[in-house]
């Protein structure tokens, strides 16, 4: 089986090449959702302060590590600051309490949610996180929902450019000209809602044709065609053998015509809940 590869971030630390989504796993079916995808073989969990589980995330990391004896530094764990939280000040505060949430040394990848742009605070907050990184309380700081303009607005602002930009991504919605600007940037692009939820096109021929020649699932057909693409998909399920499955993906690769054709499926209503980051906001 194929290792599938590593990202190495723009500040020289690296992420898994697919990650375990957890919204929303909430209570002791979470912590216990969390600690059978790290024993599948996950090493990056993604979680948010609005999603009201980082204790459950901390929890389930904690004693995944406590069982195995594997060192802290191989699971990376990420969370996101609010819209609420976007003033510099209270910024700062919020990487603080999601610290203490998860119960963990430090934070790997803190990520501002959405950019909530009529907001104007967006540049407040990616200070904070870059304060943040330098007092060691986060170890990578990214962004999530950016659309390229914002991206260069920041960089510009503080000269940091974000490792992640974590984005609405699936054959529905592939953002083909947003990962461009990631690629020019040097920001690695997370998906979040990979496989496209209700809408996920397990049917479509480029995607079923591509499953039974493969000899694979529709759904590890899509992760598959994000690896191969760069991204890093976060998947969630509470299923242990979906989440063994959701990451099994070194065994078989798609050809370029396959990832064309998946690539295709591309439509300009594409996005799952019309959450356009220039106008949807999220507090």
């Given at each position: 089986m194929e290792?599938?590869?590593t990202h190495v971030l723009n500040d020289d630390h690296s992420l898994p090449s697919v990650g375990f989504g957890t919204y929303p796993l909430v209570g002791e079916q979470g912590t216990a959702a969390v600690r059978s995808a790290l024993e599948a073989g996950y090493r990056l969990v993604d979680s948010a302060v609005n999603y009201e589980n980082e204790g459950v995330v901390g929890r389930g990391v904690r004693e995944f590590l406590a069982a195995s004896g594997l060192d802290r530094s191989e699971v990376t764990v990420q969370t996101k600051l609010p819209g609420r939280h976007h003033d510099y000040e209270r910024?700062?505060?919020s990487g603080y309490e999601s610290l203490a949430r998860l119960g963990l040394d430090r934070i790997d990848v803190l990520l501002i949610h959405w950019p909530n742009p009529s907001r104007g605070l967006y540049l407040e907050?990616?200070?904070?996180l870059v304060e943040l990184r330098e007092r060691?309380?986060?170890r990578s700081i990214g962004v999530s929902n950016f659309p390229a303009r914002l991206l260069r607005e920041i960089i510009a602002d503080t000269g940091v450019t974000p490792a992640v930009n974590q984005v609405e991504m699936h054959p529905l919605f592939p953002q083909e000209e947003l990962r461009a600007a990631h690629a020019d940037l040097g920001i690695v692009t997370q998906a979040w809602s990979p496989l496209g939820k209700r809408q996920a096109p397990f049917e479509a021929p480029a995607v079923a044709d591509a499953a039974a020649r493969c000899g694979v699932s529709p759904?590890?057909?899509i992760l598959r065609w994000h690896v191969q693409l760069g991204s890093v998909p976060l998947p969630k399920s509470a299923t242990p053998e979906r989440q063994?499955?959701?990451?099994?993906?070194?065994?078989?690769?798609l050809d370029e015509e396959e990832m064309r054709a998946i690539s295709a499926l591309a439509r300009p209503d594409g996005r799952l809940f019309g959450g356009d980051p220039e106008t949807h906001e999220e507090m």
């Open positions: 290792a599938l590869p910024a700062i505060a907050a990616w200070r904070a060691g309380v986060a759904a590890q057909v063994v499955a959701n990451l099994a993906l070194g065994s078989f690769s």
